[in-house]
């Protein structure tokens, strides 16, 4: 079970930095992502996707998050630039219980109390959809990226165009020939 | 040399989507990053981070992507949910004049017919900026990444709070110890 916690998500200036967040934690096998901010409309943006490309994937907004911390059962991880370095603090990481906690702009110091590791995807300033791809990915979430998820719509690597295959409709051509 | 072309920027709407692969680019050891569409402020949010942080990253706006995809000497990677897999390509790409190309929303189907691969990073929706994190640190970015850069401001490993170290002002602090 991986969580993802989003904090200081503001709807209309972090919509689109929070939906990378969201999208990222599904394609790399965390199972839901709450977010601290109410927002529908991220919300129905997420849903639209897990119903499309599969999975079960889950969002909820408007999560307290300091009670959510604090309730965890499991080992609790906030990436900032400011902590223990990844490479060092991976292997003793070993839950599989897991929220890690992503923030926007500023986190409030509790969080770096609250949380049992803070940890450092680099100690430069980049992005926490960068850091937290490279977390899951270096967590093991890599497999789950590749393996892909069954849905509706799958998409089928292609070196030079796009393949997506609609198994709703494929269903609906086969029929004839199954009749 | 590695260059980041984004394409598809629209400033209002991505500013921080955009600032996001821009500095995703630089903290994992990308040289550049060319941006299709000319925006100052995204120039000077970057120059800030390069100012205090370090390093001899560099932003261009307004570049005209065709131009700059056929003129390029050295291998142009076009990352995209549709492309060939990331495991399997990554080992055939030795160049070290590398162009990485990611999108916005829609990306221009001749995008897929100039660039030399096609690149998934996982056949399913998330993000261009964990795309290109999860590519760079794969290539070897990520110790890059946990190396740093020497800038004025250095941000110490901290497992409990934030220790960033101004060297400007350490040096004004030591000078009277020193005279």
Do not use: C
Not at 4 to 20: A, E, N, S, Y
Not at 71 to 84: I, P, R, S
């Amino acid at each position: 079970m991986i969580v993802v916690l989003r904090l200081g998500h503001r709807p209309t200036r972090d919509q689109r930095v929070t939906t990378h967040v969201a999208l990222t934690a599904r394609a790399l096998g965390a199972d839901e992502v709450w977010v601290s901010t109410p927002d529908p409309d991220l919300e129905k943006t997420i849903q639209s996707v897990v119903g499309r490309f599969g999975g079960k994937f889950k969002i909820k907004t408007g999560v307290d998050w300091r009670k959510a911390i604090k309730a965890w059962e499991g080992q609790v991880v906030h990436l900032t630039m400011y902590g223990e370095s990844l490479s060092k603090a991976l292997p003793t990481i070993k839950t599989k219980r897991l929220m890690i906690v992503v923030g926007a702009e500023k986190v409030p110091r509790e969080v770096y109390d609250l949380a049992d590791r803070n940890i450092s995807v680099g100690n430069q300033p980049h992005s926490e959809v960068a850091a937290l791809a490279i977390f899951l990915d270096r967590r093991g979430g890599g497999k789950k990226l590749e393996k892909g998820q069954k849905g509706r719509l799958v998409i089928v690597p292609n070196p030079r165009g796009k393949t997506v295959i609609d198994r709703s409709k494929e269903k609906t051509r086969r029929s004839p020939k199954q009749g």
